[in-house]
């Protein structure tokens, strides 16, 4: 089984980051062979491409406002986000929606997806390195549901 764990995010945008942080704090670890851990920031067409290779099941990590508490985590199914947007990805606005749109206007589809999302407490705007303290707590936390993931993928418990 390949699995494609991506984290999506803005340094420059505070709590967006998230995914970045998480993919960072993945790679420090050890994972069976067909698992790929990638941050890839806010390259949209690198991520839908890759989406594209083969993978079995991608797991997207990214910042996802749903008006929660700051740093509360969520699985999501990226296709219940809403779709009304009819932009397609750019550099500047790289959501797991314009991502599945791009991969679309590329004639692509992904596979079995996961979003493991964190309720941002700031998304200030450019200029805002780091992570708040309630989005950074959250961190150790979505590496834990990430691995949880992996473990039910591999035993066949999530397909």
């Not at 851990?37 to 390259?43: C, H, L």
């Not at 700051?70 to 219940?80: H, Q």
Request: charge should be negative; proline fraction near 4%; aromatic fraction near 6%.
């Amino acid at each position: 089984m390949r699995i494609l764990v991506a984290g999506i995010g803005n340094i420059f945008f505070g709590d967006d980051a998230f995914g970045c942080e998480v993919a960072a704090e993945l790679l420090k670890r050890t994972w069976p062979d067909g698992v790929n851990i990638v941050d890839f920031g806010i390259r949209a067409y690198d991520l839908a491409y890759a989406i594209m290779d083969g993978y079995d099941t991608t797991v997207l990590i990214d910042a996802a406002p749903r008006g929660e508490k700051p740093g509360t985590l969520l699985e999501l199914d990226p296709d219940k986000v809403d779709t009304c947007e009819d932009e397609i990805a750019d550099a500047h606005a790289l959501t797991p929606v314009r991502v599945l749109q791009l991969i679309r206007a590329l004639g692509g589809h992904a596979k079995d997806l996961y979003l493991v999302g964190c309720e941002p407490a700031r998304l200030d705007g450019e200029g805002v390195i780091g992570l708040s303290e309630d989005v950074r707590d959250a961190v150790p936390v979505a590496v834990k549901m990430i691995e949880k993931i992996i473990g039910d993928l591999a035993c066949g418990s999530r397909i």
